[in-house]
């Protein structure tokens, strides 16, 4: 009996060596899409994960995973023995959206494994506005929340319209509390919508249902280190107001369906028609699109409410 178990072993081992059977497990960038300034570099962590009897006995000799940056090879990683994560440095140079590949192939005659995450470069030139996805973007029925089989739903009146408009002197990136494995799903929904596709941010921390302000609050600080000029934040509720001013940003609340007003004091707009106006009001846009001066009001004590509330000037 222990001489079967051995050969088996053996065998077991053998077929490993010969091919075994891996897969790539994720490429991510902390879990989210990432931000940098011309110049700046972001880390790319790529993981191997094994599967069936690779686990056990690694396979030798394996080919390398190549990391592209859009189409272009960056770098080489040899897996194997203790490697199967993998770190590479990745320099953004040009402003806007970069696809950063990691592609294995275990043989010619085998379709390669390929897992992707994106990269933005952002234009420092501009004011950067982080919209929360879930209340201010979508609109779910009764029937999508009983069903789950449309977790995003569909897009607000005139979202579509507004952001499009936005993203032409704007930089915009979205805020969710979905998690990591929803975001090739949000990036197919905004492109069906019609909707402008920007960096994708998750606050969700594995409790979904027991969402807390100060996690959205630890994203955008990360985030605001990373680009000071993201100064505007276009939200909801109580928890989106805090999260932005904790952070010393611009707070814009959308109402819909008459909800009451979560501060009197924070700018406040009904709909996305009401927000296109606030930002376009002649005493107001001058300041939006500055970078300077919105951080000179930002240093002053970030006295925004002097930019009024659209329902009181029409």
């Not at 091919?19 to 990432?34: E, M, P």
């Not at 952070?247 to 028609?273: C, E, I, K, S």
Request: glycine letters at 8%.
């Amino acid at each position: 009996m222990r001489g079967t178990r051995r050969l088996i072993l053996i065998l077991a081992g053998a077929l490993a060596a010969a091919g075994g059977c891996t897969d790539i497990g994720g490429l991510s960038v902390a879990s989210d899409d990432q931000l940098a300034q011309p110049g700046q570099t972001v880390r790319v962590v790529t993981q191997m994960r094994r599967r069936g009897l690779s686990r056990w006995f690694p396979p030798s000799n394996m080919p390398p995973i190549r990391i592209y940056r859009d189409n272009e090879l960056l770098a080489e990683h040899r897996p194997g023995g203790e490697a199967w994560e993998f770190v590479t440095e990745v320099t953004l140079d040009t402003v806007g959206e970069h696809a950063i590949d990691a592609i294995y192939q275990s043989r010619a005659d085998r379709k390669p494994l390929q897992a992707t995450c994106y990269a933005y470069c952002w234009d420092a030139s501009r004011v950067g506005i982080a919209v929360d996805l879930d209340r201010v973007v979508c609109r779910k029925t009764q029937l999508d929340r009983m069903l789950g089989d449309r977790p995003l739903g569909d897009p607000r009146e005139d979202c579509a319209a507004t952001l499009a408009a936005l993203a032409q002197d704007y930089y915009l990136c979205y805020l969710t509390e979905h998690g990591p494995d929803m975001k090739e799903d949000i990036r197919a929904w905004l492109k069906e919508n019609g909707l402008p596709v920007g960096p994708i941010f998750t606050w969700d921390t594995g409790r979904r249902m027991s969402l807390r302000s100060g996690d959205q609050a630890a994203v955008l600080a990360e985030l605001r280190e990373r680009v000071p000029a993201l100064l505007i934040g276009v939200g909801e509720g109580k928890a989106d107001l805090e999260a932005f001013t904790a952070n010393r940003m611009l707070a814009v609340m959308v109402q819909f369906d008459g909800t009451p007003a979560v501060d009197p004091q924070a700018p406040r707009v009904a709909g996305w028609r009401g927000l296109w106006a606030l930002f376009n009001l002649p005493a107001n846009r001058p300041i939006l699109t500055d970078p300077r001066q919105m951080l000179e009001l930002h240093h002053r004590g970030g006295e925004y409410v002097s930019l009024g509330h659209v329902e009181e000037r029409e």
